[in-house]
């Protein structure tokens, strides 16, 4: 048996006895001897004292006397973070450089040339339903080697769910008005994309007989620095693209002929076109490298 350290050990047990059978502190630990008293006899009745009840104490270890309460510790004061300076939006208290126009992209005159790889651009990649546009700038985003967003405008779009208003059961007041909302969301995301040092990739279907709600829009929206390319592959490649959507992504071969037939305003822009009807994605997105540096160097007048 197990006894707590400090406490008076039990007797050796005797015949006839059990083992706290006539045992005390008082019999373990003896006080003094007061002249007049009986000494105490081993294996005797105890010594009867005044409060003494006659009930054996407990076999047990004594318990530890009672702690006093510790008084809770007040949590620490939460830190203070210093204002974010005026003008900058924050996040916790991480402050955010407010997003801006994107200016253009300048090359120092002793340069070469200006390294696409490591420069933070906005591009806007311009093409009909089923050029391409989302899987390669998807595919352009993800190999660069500096931090590439994403953003499609039919993306954004679809982000309204009740009310939705889907071109294809017409072009109305409505679908007009999302898609300039849809636009200038994407906007503001790219350029606080900018002002972070990300950059960023958009795709859009606009088209050139409508300057003011598409690339003049965009323009007013990203910047001055945003840097246009159209993407317009063939008839044929674009109608065989197109039927493998499915839902609000597909649309009739008639929509799609007439799309592309108003993408073919863009020859004579002066913006870069590229035809990927023999290219794939992986082509596509190098030849965009390469129309982007060319860009840059000598930005187009749009």
Not at 33 to 47: D, F, I, K, L, T
Request: net charge neutral; charged share 15%.
């Amino acid at each position: 048996m197990q006894h707590a350290v400090g406490s008076p050990l039990p007797p050796p047990h005797q015949p006839g006895h059990g083992p706290a059978d006539g045992w005390s502190p008082a019999a373990q630990h003896p006080g003094p001897h007061r002249p007049g008293s009986p000494p105490h006899q081993p294996g005797g009745a105890p010594h009867h004292q005044p409060g003494y009840l006659g009930a054996p104490p407990p076999s047990g270890p004594v318990p530890p006397a009672p702690r006093p309460p510790v008084p809770p510790v007040p949590p620490p004061p939460a830190p203070q973070h210093a204002p974010a300076p005026h003008g900058t939006d924050v996040t916790g208290h991480v402050p955010l450089p407010p997003g801006g126009p994107v200016a253009m992209p300048t090359v120092p005159p002793t340069a070469p040339g200006p390294d696409l790889a490591t420069t933070t651009v906005a591009v806007l990649l311009i093409g009909p339903a089923g050029a391409g546009k989302t899987s390669v700038a998807k595919f352009w985003a993800d190999h660069r080697r500096v931090p590439t967003a994403h953003v499609s405008l039919d993306d954004v779009r679809e982000w309204v769910r009740s009310g939705f208003a889907d071109p294809q059961r017409g072009w109305n007041d409505h679908s007009e008005a999302q898609y300039r909302l849809a636009r200038r969301t994407c906007g503001f995301a790219a350029r606080n994309f900018l002002a972070n040092g990300i950059s960023c990739i958009l795709d859009d279907a606009i088209f050139p007989d409508r300057p003011v709600v598409g690339l003049g829009g965009w323009k007013r929206h990203v910047g001055p620095g945003l840097l246009p390319v159209v993407l317009l592959p063939g008839l044929e490649v674009v109608l065989e693209r197109n039927a493998q959507r499915s839902g609000n992504r597909r649309l009739t071969d008639e929509e799609v002929a007439r799309i592309h037939g108003r993408m073919a305003g863009w020859y004579g822009s002066g913006l870069p076109i590229i035809d990927n009807s023999q290219l794939d994605v992986p082509s596509t997105a190098k030849v965009l490298d390469d129309v982007l540096s060319r860009a840059i160097a000598s930005p187009p007048k749009w």
